[in-house]
């Protein structure tokens, strides 16, 4: 089956500093990558939608300037949360699909960001 | 408001036994897919369903739709305690860009 990485798995980081999650699909490519948060107990809620090569759409209330998505390659992506706070704290899980096959779609294991 | 919801929101089984869960749409779908997903961690696919489908099995699992009612079920036969987890439906929504909106998600505790 496809492997999706990403890193790290958890993170606790101080309110203002920025953090990169990183996305990679490690056995196939992804031209599109899907960005994904999801609180405590709660469903999943598509932040934004990316493009190899191109600028990332985000979803309706999503702050593009916040969460900085870069999808340089077929197999990375990356979220910056930007000036985190402590409502930032989330699940957050990518979704890479595949480039081969266009309606699968496969899910990274999280990252578990706590701002304090 | 949410395109999925499920019932219920939580179901307690012992083992052995069936667990069945709802999953409700609102818009026309290209399909509709079910995920696992245990506490903390990712999620994995179970079973895609496109929308002239009716019926779907894979090992234990048996999914439903009926696009006519707009909803979904998944049956899990013979639980085991290793299926506890929280389950969720996803649709794909027509004209949707084949993006995936997932349900409310139902948690599902099999004790032995």
């Known amino acids: 089956g496809a492997v999706v990485s990403q890193h790290p798995s958890r993170v606790i980081c101080k309110s203002g500093t920025s953090v990169k999650i990183e996305c990679r699909s490690l056995d196939f490519q992804a031209t599109t990558m899907f960005w994904y948060r999801q609180f405590p107990k709660k469903s999943l809620m598509l932040m934004a939608t990316?493009?190899?090569?191109?600028?990332?759409?985000?979803e309706q209330g999503v702050e593009k300037d916040k969460f900085l998505i870069n999808h340089a390659s077929l197999t990375l992506s990356t979220l910056t949360v930007t000036s985190a706070h402590p409502e930032d704290s989330s699940f957050y899980i990518c979704s890479p699909r595949p480039r081969d096959y266009p309606y699968e779609q496969y899910f990274g294991p999280g990252t578990r960001l706590t701002v304090t | 408001s949410q395109q999925g919801e499920e019932d219920p929101q939580a179901l307690s089984i012992q083992e052995g036994e069936n667990a069945t869960m709802n999953c409700s749409y609102k818009?026309?779908?290209?399909?509709l897919q079910w995920y696992r997903q245990n506490s903390g961690r990712g999620l994995v696919h179970l079973i895609l369903i496109r929308s002239n489908e009716r019926e779907k099995h894979s090992g234990r699992l048996r999914v439903t739709l009926d696009t006519s009612k707009k909803s979904s079920s998944l049956l899990i036969t013979a639980s085991r305690a290793a299926d506890t987890a929280s389950y969720f439906c996803a649709t794909d929504r027509t004209g949707g860009g084949n993006k995936l909106t997932f349900g409310t998600g139902t948690q599902l505790k099999v004790e032995l």
């Open positions: 990316s493009n190899e090569g191109s600028k990332a759409t985000y």
């Open positions: 818009t026309s779908i290209n399909n």
